[in-house]
């Protein structure tokens, strides 16, 4: 019997990479081993909907194509199930594609899918959303709140709206628990991180890994905004956590409060919250399709 799988396509992909997908999987999906049925989701978090769908009828993976917004919208169908999640990046940044070495190419992501390498992955957890790479309280929830709401993608956007924002954004002082432990941080952004990347090769949490049963919590505290383009270079080149001006902590759960907190982000996605977030880890939650 061949094993099914539900590729969930983002229409923001555009119809010509949809029929470049499409392509792909007649030339190179190995159908002697599987079955196939090509999804489109039609609004926000369709995604879970169809991942959850296809899980129940005991589909062997959902394949997620666009950014890490679609991933996570998948992951939330198919967490905790025997169903696999693949991934064909179509996205801006696509960090948790880079994270794990997998090819930014339809053909190559494919092939990836033929050679069937289950990996057994933590899957997070803001306030029960789950999450595969990174959420946060802070600049950069407010970030992913205006990416969305733009009409514009990829890194020029990303970087024009992070420009416009962070001269006037003030840092809370935030109420943290980290596995127990009590702390009060004046903090630019809290991120919790599942994986290494917020996409683009920018590296939030250099430690982090996908199956280490952990969080690796990043507080980056109140900087000169002059050295805002020192952050970011020592993000690219991996090396984030030795900056004084940033706080690291390995973790299983982190919670998060503030009397005026309203807003956080998963995975890039901006989503509401009420004065506080927790976060949390769930080992070995997922399969994930991986090179």
Same mark, same amino acid.
């Given at each position: 019997m061949?094993?099914?799988?539900v590729?969930?396509?983002?229409p ?5 990479r949809?029929?470049e997908i499409?392509?792909?999987?007649n ?5 002697e081993e599987?079955?196939?049925e090509l ?7 369709h ?7 296809a ?6 993976a ?24 693949a991934?064909i990046?179509?996205g801006?940044?696509?960090?948790m594609?880079?994270?794990i ?6 053909t190559a ?5 033929n ?15 789950p999450y ?5 309280? %802070?600049?950069? /929830?407010?970030?992913? !709140?205006?990416?969305?709401?733009? &009409? $514009?993608?990829?890194? #020029? *956007?990303?970087?024009w709206?992070v420009?416009?924002h962070?001269? %006037?954004y003030? /840092?809370?002082?935030? !109420?943290?628990?980290?596995d127990? &432990? $009590?702390?009060?941080? #004046? *903090? ?5 991180a ?14 982090a ?7 690796d ?9 002059m050295l ?12 984030l ?6 706080k ?6 982190v919670?998060?409060s503030?009397?005026?907190l ?15 977030v ?14």
């Amino acid at each position: 019997m061949k094993k099914h799988l539900v590729f969930i396509v983002n229409p923001r992909s555009g119809t010509s990479r949809i029929k470049e997908i499409q392509s792909a999987i007649n030339t190179t999906l190995n159908q002697e081993e599987f079955s196939y049925e090509l999804l489109h989701t039609k609004y926000r978090n369709h995604g879970t909907n169809l991942a959850k769908e296809a899980a129940a009828k005991g589909a062997f993976a959902v394949v997620a194509v666009g950014g890490d917004g679609s991933v996570n919208d998948v992951v939330g169908g198919i967490v905790g199930t025997q169903t696999a999640l693949a991934i064909i990046p179509r996205g801006s940044g696509n960090g948790m594609a880079r994270n794990i070495g997998l090819p930014l190419n339809d053909t190559a992501c494919i092939e990836v899918i033929n050679r069937m390498q289950v990996v057994p992955t933590d899957i997070a957890f803001a306030n029960d959303h789950p999450y595969i790479s990174n959420a946060g309280v %802070g600049f950069d /929830a407010l970030i992913a !709140k205006e990416f969305t709401k733009s &009409k $514009k993608r990829g890194l #020029r *956007a990303y970087s024009w709206l992070v420009t416009k924002h962070l001269w %006037g954004y003030k /840092a809370p002082e935030w !109420k943290i628990t980290v596995d127990g &432990k $009590k702390l009060r941080e #004046r *903090a630019f952004m809290v991120n919790a991180a599942n994986g290494q990347q917020f996409g683009y090769n920018f590296t939030i949490a250099p430690q982090a890994s996908y199956t280490d049963g952990l969080l690796d919590l990043i507080i980056i505290r109140p900087f000169p905004k002059m050295l805002g383009g020192g952050l970011v270079f020592r993000a690219m080149k991996g090396d984030l956590t030795q900056s004084r001006y940033v706080k690291h902590y390995r973790c299983r759960e982190v919670t998060v409060s503030h009397p005026e907190l309203q807003l956080m982000q998963t995975d890039g996605d901006a989503y509401a919250c009420n004065n506080k977030v927790t976060f949390r880890v769930e080992p070995r939650a997922l399969g994930v399709l991986m090179p």
